[in-house]
């Protein structure tokens, strides 16, 4: 699934259908969603401080001007990017996150 192509507007989830696709406490769909979506966070952050990280060199203040051009189209870029928690939800909607049930060990 691509980033670019999930829609950064508001929309309308139903709770009730995610639990039933899912067959799983809403719970712990939330747990699940909150988790992945910290993961992408740390992801994209990261992402983020690789690319700014090429421009960190000291040099001439005319290339720090055109660089500075640069580091503004990067963060841009990733400013309109969609929250990480909208991604989350729309890999669980378009079955990219499987939610397994641990069995229960008898003693």
Avoid at 43 to 65: A, D, G, M, T, V
Avoid at 84 to 93: D, W
Wanted: charge should be positive.
């Amino acid at each position: 699934m691509n980033i670019k192509n999930i829609n950064n507007k508001n929309f309308i989830l139903d709770i009730n259908f995610l639990e039933k696709k899912k067959k799983c406490n809403i719970y712990k769909i939330i747990n699940i969603l909150s988790k992945r979506s910290n993961q992408i966070e740390y992801y994209l952050r990261l992402k983020l401080k690789i690319k700014l990280k090429k421009f960190n060199s000291p040099n001439n203040e005319l290339k720090e001007f055109f660089k500075n051009k640069e580091q503004i189209e990067i963060s841009k870029y990733f400013e309109n990017l969609p929250k990480s928690t909208i991604i989350s939800i729309f890999e669980i909607l378009m079955n990219n996150i499987s939610i397994y049930k641990k069995k229960k060990k008898k003693v």
